[in-house]
């Protein structure tokens, strides 16, 4: 009978590690929805000082327009510098407001579709420090040629 027992609590013990074990294993990465003909080129998080960043794009599709994305806080994007992979580059002149959940207006890059190697920008969370920082997603829109 005492062999039993503790079969049993052994047994539940393992189980119950097993269990904890594959729950923690699961996937803390949300999912992020894009917009048909759109595809993610990065994501950055937010500071409220003045913040520069460089998203390094791995997609070797063209794109005609690139456009940003606003969670949670508003966002002021002021300078932005688009590298391409054939070494053009391109500075549009910006300063604007991107509010919460919303997304920019697009960047026209071209008709025909550019390869973008690297995106550079400066922005800043806007408003109360104590409300948390804005996360911001670039989307580049993919060239499509008719074929």
């Known amino acids: 009978m005492k062999i039993n027992l503790t079969r049993s609590i052994f047994a539940f013990l393992l189980l119950a590690l097993s269990a904890t074990f594959l729950s923690s294993c699961s ?6 929805p894009v917009e048909d003909g ?26 005609t327009d690139i456009r940003f994305r606003v969670e ?6 002021a300078d ?5 992979q054939n070494g053009d580059k391109l500075e549009p002149s910006i300063d604007f407001v991107v509010m ?10 071209a008709a025909d579709g550019r390869a973008i190697s690297k995106i550079e920008f400066t922005y800043r969370t806007t408003g109360n ?4 920082r804005a996360n911001v997603l670039i989307y580049g ?4 040629s008719g074929f």
């Open 27 to 32: 996937s803390s990465r949300r999912s992020i």
């Open 38 to 63: 759109w595809e993610l080129l990065g994501e950055e998080k937010v500071n409220f000082l003045r913040d520069k960043d460089e998203v390094v794009v791995v997609s070797q599709n063209l794109f």
């Open 72 to 77: 949670d806080r508003e966002v002021r994007i």
């Open 80 to 84: 932005l510098k688009i590298s391409f």
């Open 100 to 109: 919460a959940n919303q997304n920019s207006r697009n960047i026209e890059l």
């Open 129 to 132: 420090v104590l409300k948390g």
């Open 141 to 144: 829109k993919r060239y499509n």
